[in-house]
């Protein structure tokens, strides 16, 4: 296989990516595995993302691990994809902030003081420490809460 092949095939599956991320979630007739199938490169690992289970289960982990720190500790969207999801060669946001989002909303809900939180509300951006714009409308919670929480 050429190089260009290998770059064609994966600007294909970058514009797949970019297509689901635009959609809030897969669909449940789209196979993940073809998707998410993995990249040869010449000498590097495959950079294919964990299952959805190991990955929910990761979610579930840096969860418990950020609440346990007083105060509950926050966590720029590229790191907890490293954490949740695992590693990328080039940080796309609109690619990898969504995947990661779409994971973290599904951890269960915690209490922080008078708000139920889940993951999604400690994953922020590295710039403004808080959460994306889309978040809030999502919550049940004002940013000005969140912000006092």
Do not use: C
Not at 37 to 53: C, F, I, K
Not at 74 to 82: C, D, M, N, Q, T
């Amino acid at each position: 296989m050429t190089i260009e092949t290998r770059l064609r095939d994966l600007e294909d599956r970058v514009a797949r990516l970019e297509q689901l991320a635009q959609s809030e979630s897969l669909p449940s007739a789209v196979d993940e595995r073809a998707i998410s199938r993995p990249v040869q490169d010449m000498g590097t690992q495959s950079l294919e993302p964990a299952p959805h289970n190991a990955a929910s289960e990761r979610a579930e982990q840096l969860l418990d691990e950020l609440l346990s720190m007083t105060p509950p500790r926050l966590v720029s969207y590229s790191e907890a994809y490293r954490r949740i999801i695992g590693p990328y060669r080039v940080w796309r946001n609109a690619v990898h902030a969504p995947e990661v989002v779409q994971i973290a909303r599904r951890t269960s809900p915690r209490q922080v003081g008078r708000l139920t939180v889940r993951l999604d509300a400690l994953i922020v951006g590295k710039e403004t420490r808080r959460p994306a714009g889309g978040h809030f409308s999502a919550a049940d919670y004002s940013e000005a809460d969140w912000i006092q929480t």
